[in-house]
Structures are given as C-alpha cells and as structure tokens.
C-alpha cells in the first residue's frame, strides 16, 4: 500500500477546531500525486494525463491538529478510459480511518481537450504493485 | 435556488492552469455556510449542529481563473438523522455547470459528541423556501 | 484607489476565531492581480513579469467571518528595476484598517531568468490614474 | 536551532510555477506553533497568547514542487510586551535559503483583548534554548 504521512498545518483546523472538509481533499490530492509519481507517470503538464472526473469520500472520525495521520493510495481498477483510486486517511497512531475517498479519474489529452483511452505502457505502470 | 457568486483567488489556480478541486469544495463549502444562515441556522458554535458524513463530486468542466461562477445551493431531502444537499457550481456567463456536489450531513450534539436526529425547528427552518 | 471587495470564506477562519494572516496574504495577492490586469499589464505568464521580492504587513485589527472587507492597492514608487506596492485591508462598515502591506516588486525575464528594468511601456501603464 | 521538514502539497504550486508566497507564510505559521509548543507555551486558546502584529519577508528563491525544504525557527529578541522572532525557509538539498520572515508578535489577554506585558515565566520558556 502506498503510504504517506501528512503534515497538518496551522491553518488546516478551522473553527470547528478539527480539519476542514476541503483541506482533507487536499491531503487525498497529494496522495495521488506522489503515487502516480512514484509508479512514473508522466509529470503533471505532460500532453498525456488522468483528470478527476469524480469523487466521493466519507468522513468517519474529525481530524485535529495534533492528530498523526497518514494517506493511504491504492487503484481498485482501471477502465478503457477510466481508472478508479482508492485512498484513506488513517490515523497512525491506532489506526482508524478517519476518511475514505473513492476517485474516478479520465485519460485526458491536452493537445486535443479530449477525454481519451489509457494506453497501455500507462496501464502497466499503474498495475505494476509496489 | 439560493446563490452566490464566487470570488476566484490568484492562487486557486493550480499548475495544471484550472481551479483546484480541492479548491472548489471550499466553494461548495461557503455555499452551504451561507444558505443556513439566510435559513436562520444556529450559528456553527452551537451546541447543535449539522455535520458533513459524506459527499460526492461530479467535476464537468475545468474553471479558469477569469470565470464567473456561482454557487447554488438546495436541499434536497431531509431524514430523520440527515439531510441532502445539492450544489451546482455554475458558470455565470453561459449557465453550464462546472460542478456538482450532494453532501449528507448529520445532526450532532456537540455536547454529547454524538449524532441526533435533527429537530422539528430546524426542520422549519430549512424547508422554508428561500 | 483600485478598490476590490474580498469573500471571506468559512475556511479563513482559524481556530483562534479570526481570519489567518496567511490567508490575508491571498487577500493581497488577489488585489495585486486585479490592479495589475485593470492597468494592462502583461498576463502573468508574459515573458516579462514583476515578482514579489520583499513584503512587510502590519497587523492593525482582527477580521471575522461576518466582517465585510475590501482591499485597496496603488502604486507607491516605481524605481529602475522595482516597484513599490502600497495596499491595505479595511472594513468596509466603518472604514477602519485591517492589515497595511507594502510589497517590492523586481522587474524579471522568464526567458533569462534574471531581474530586468522595468520597460518604460509597463511604467507607463502604471503610473496611468485609473 | 528549530528545525521543521515542510511537505509541500501539490495545490501550494500555482500557475508560475513555483509555490505561492502567501502559501509560504502558512509553513512559517507552522514553524513557529511548533517551535512555541516545543517550548512549552499555553496552547493557542489560553487566555495569554502572543499574536502576530507585523511581519516581513525576504523573498530569495523560487520553491517548486519537488524541493526538500525546512523552516528554521528562533527567537531573535525579547522586549517589554512584544518578542521578535526570525525565521528561514532553506532548502534541504543544498542548504540555500529561499525565504526570511521576521515577525514581531504582542502579548495578548484574550479576557481583556488588550495588549500585555509578557509574563517572566513566559520569557523564561522561550529563552530556553532547544
């Protein structure tokens, strides 16, 4: 599983005095960056990419600011032109889920503005495990 | 529909040249703010409460950083324990939606620490139409 | 005086109860932006560009949610590669200021990646009255 | 000298490229809410706080996405009611600093929302060397 611990910020606790819905996304949206990354994707303004076309997360247990927490980034399956990602914020100290985020994401060419099918040296590096 | 137009920050606009999505739950976010106070909610330090348990996200069209957008803002169902919430961020020039969000959310008692089903007056409150 | 009403949003807010210094830093970058666009200047991938060197904020009085706030801007001096930016938040209720920030900026070439003299085109758009 | 990795998420990046600077006064937040803990400060909703009054920033070097950075974080200065602390984003690779920020921040009684003589037990936590 790829793993990655999350710094929380200041400003991430809102008034609530727990992490803010939106900031989370931000956490998943680095997730799948360093993911995508480390399996070589092409970088992010290659012609070429996977654009999030949906998302849909639930949010178990608040988050505070002195919370240990980590992203934890998975693919559950992969389309003709979709690929679906599975992520969750765990807490790293007992290990509950604090959020779980399902994505599906688009192959997408820049030049075209078009949606477009996932060729397959991407599907290889996306399959390929850990 | 109650709505409200989005101001677009410099810095929403990420490397990828369109507003963040993570970004854009924080549009959805305001909207939802808004739409309870104009209902007379009580404020967000009360003991009870409404609390974000899951959203999906349907992401139709990029937004750039000169575009006019609104966040509209209905409910669509209200249960025993939850509510519905429906969003659309609209693209102000043409009409088109941009995005789409439906959140549940839970009563809570800030008190208890516990979900609780939402109250006959607040129920009033927010069936009213706008 | 370029003058831009700003939209707090909920996420502003830290847990001390008022917006987060960071964030009146997007508050400002945002009124700069929107000077610079309303007076001609290149957009902000031109080859030629001004690039934040040095800021100095103070911190007048606290912002809230509720609060309704604009941020001002205007040139203060332009130098031989610099310019000096004078802007201000301020309540838009009773006029009192918020938070006062001057910023230098440095004339810059992307295509050289070196600081450059300001072009006597750019100085004129700024020194334009609106 | 206090020292704090500092993960840069990918929406910290805005459209020139380079991580925005009012996203870098979010990790000097940071750095000094951990630097004023590890020291055994009141946590931020005690009635004593200290609060941001000024600060200013030397911008040196454009941060991108896959820097290494840190915030480097001490206190330059103790005064009757205000303390002056300086701050560092370096980079962890070659050592290179990217930003300054000198920040002065006021005693403050929440009870009263009036400036305050920094208590010598406070002084004495902060004078503390690491």
Known sequence: MHTIPIQIRFNDVDQMGHVNNAVIMEYFDLGKELFFQQHGMPPEKADFTVMIVHFEVDFQSQIRFHDRIAVE???????????????????????HVCATCRTVMSGYRRSTGKSEV???????????KE
Do not use: F, H
């Not at 679906?84 to 290990?95: F, M």
């Not at 996932?118 to 390929?128: D, G, H, V």
């Open 73 to 95: 980034t998975e693919i559950e399956g992969i389309g003709n032109k979709s690929l679906k990602v599975l992520q969750r914020v765990v807490n790293s100290g007992d290990g």
């Open 118 to 128: 996932i060729p397959p040296e991407i599907r290889a590096l996306l399959e390929k």
